[in-house]
């Protein structure tokens, strides 16, 4: 399987637990990013690393969101104190900056979130 | 900061041809993105743009305006699977980022 991977596919827990989404992305990809997703609106940005760094977060990732790539490969997004305002898709998606334009994202096949 | 605009719904027939708009403000252009997203499924790429005139590729094709900030995708011999939400997508300043659409929801009726 070449493609970008999340888990777990779907998570329900109740307000104020925390969960951990994990994303593998394909594998020669050296830029990873975050994007969440709820119904009937387009992915909206909430990180990027490049390698282990992480060079972008968007003013949506509160303090209680914290995103790492400790070694330049799969990535977690840890969501403390859920809150119902969480429940959404959060989508991974991957890229190869190959020095031109056009670095085309791919996507994983999300983790859907729902809190209760 | 950024605004996308799409159409909210569309319905097209079987066998037609449907035309998908998208307008977009950025003070820094460096590329348009279209992607497809079914139901409950990820975003799969379908074109990039970043020079003006049209693209194709296979039944899809994409045209970009720089000058007026619009684009569109063309969907040919519509086929029933082609029923699915349909997202623009613009770098963001920084470069890294994708702001995107709405999205535009097509429906291929039989």
């Known amino acids: 399987d070449t493609g970008v991977s999340q888990n777990p596919r779907h998570k329900i827990t109740k307000r104020g637990q925390n969960v951990t989404f994990r994303c593998d992305p394909i594998?020669?990809?050296?830029?990873l990013y975050w994007y969440r997703q709820t119904l009937g609106q387009g992915p909206e940005f909430l990180t990027y690393f490049q390698n282990e760094a992480q060079l972008e977060k968007s003013r949506l990732l509160s303090d209680r969101f914290s995103a790492e790539r400790p070694k330049g490969s799969f990535s977690t997004l840890e969501i403390q104190r859920t809150e119902q305002g969480d429940s959404a898709m959060y989508l991974c998606?991957?890229?190869?900056?190959?020095?031109?334009?056009?670095?085309?994202?791919?996507f994983g096949p999300g983790t859907r979130l729902t809190v209760l | 900061g950024q605004n996308i605009d799409q159409p909210t719904e569309m319905t097209a027939t079987e066998g037609a041809i449907v035309q998908i708009n998208c307008t977009y403000q950025?003070?820094?252009?460096?590329?348009l993105f279209w992607y497809q997203q079914h139901a409950g499924e990820a975003p799969t790429f379908l074109s990039y743009n970043v020079l003006d005139g049209l693209e194709e590729k296979g039944r899809f094709s994409s045209f970009l305006s720089r000058s007026k900030g619009y684009s569109y995708l063309l969907l040919k011999e519509l086929q029933m699977k082609d029923s699915a939400s349909y997202l623009c997508?613009?770098?963001?300043?920084?470069?890294?980022?994708?702001?995107f659409g709405k999205g535009t929801s097509l429906l291929v009726t039989p």
């Open positions: 950025t003070s820094g252009f460096n590329g």
């Open positions: 998606a991957s890229s190869l900056r190959a020095g031109a334009v056009g670095d085309t994202q791919y």
């Open positions: 594998s020669e990809h050296n830029r």
């Open positions: 997508a613009v770098y963001s300043n920084s470069g890294y980022a994708l702001n």
